[in-house]
């Protein structure tokens, strides 16, 4: 039974470490390539819901809208987590809240700069 408990334990801190090592690189760690995609979701779901994006998408054709959208939300997803910390990646790697709350806060925070730079 201890070396079962030690087992588990010498697991999680590899795992604690794992993360740690790999949310100190600001380049790119592991998790934000993890969460990368989600981001990209979510900015995704941002912008329908958006009241502004819906009123230029009327003024936009099917082609240029899905282009527009790609543009922004792959510049979302390349921005949005470079300045969230090491501690909050690691949290959004064991927290399925604090994911989904890191998401929607780094969305937010690059999503109004991305299309502006898309629709100049």
Known sequence: MLKKSLCWISVIALLV??????????????????????VEQGCKSELNDSKIWQSAALFMSSERQSSVQKQICGCVSDNALKDVSAKDLAMASFSEEAKHSL??????NSVKGCAQEALK
Do not use: C, H, R
């Open 17 to 38: 470490g794992s993360v740690s090592v790999f949310a100190t690189d600001k380049n790119s760690t592991l998790t934000q390539k993890m969460l990368k995609p989600v």
């Open 103 to 108: 998401i929607k806060q780094a969305v937010l």
